[in-house]
């Protein structure tokens, strides 16, 4: 079975690639050929990353996306983990958590099958939502730097980022245009993650 490494590390100072033989050698013992190793420094609450989009738009159904642990793939806000997931399952993937044994069974069959999938998922989701609880703690922190800084300073005033209105419109126009086109081909014509449209369907549903 082939399996897709995704290695991640928040900053420029950390080593992205830590994991890399670590990784390489937990596949090689459960028996997956390596065919795809993306690797960059990005912080896990972004849901556009390069290289994670890069794999997603790359790996082919029944193929597996393998990460060291869950927080090296996802900080993300709850909305952005639920279309994260939706894109892996629209793809075909099948997610492997190298530290987290009940991902690592290959093709479990029955009852047995279907309650190691529930409890994989539920801890998946656990893990989740505590790397996500971390990061609300750091940002927490940094709220309170700002809040020192503005007291400090009171006409400083951080920079700002907010939705790419343009890019949006462009994903819209396509998919009123194109309404036979999958995620993956509407993604390829404006220039975006897959991710983006899967959000971005999502959000226009709701």
Known sequence: M??????????KDQDANRAKTSLE???????????????ENISGTKLERPELMRLLDTANP????????????SRL?????ETLKATIKAKGLRLVV?????SWQMAAEGIAGEVLRVINDMLIELMQTMARLDQAKRVERINEGLKNKRA???????????????????V???????????????????????????????????
């Open 2 to 11: 082939n399996a897709h490494l995704y290695l991640r590390a928040s900053t």
């Open 25 to 39: 050698t937990f596949a090689a013992t459960q028996g997956l050929s390596v065919v795809g190793i993306y690797s």
């Open 62 to 73: 029944g193929e597996i996306l393998l990460c060291e642990s869950v927080d090296r793939l």
């Open 77 to 81: 806000s709850q909305a952005d983990w």
């Open 98 to 102: 190298a530290d987290l044994p009940t």
């Open 152 to 170: 400090a300073d009171p006409d400083w005033k951080p920079a700002g980022k907010g939705k790419n209105p343009e890019l949006w419109k462009k």
């Open 172 to 206: 819209q126009d396509a998919m009123t245009k194109h309404p036979t086109m999958n995620a993956d081909e509407l993604a390829k014509l404006v220039g975006c993650g897959v991710a983006t449209i899967y959000r971005i369907k999502r959000e226009l549903k709701a």
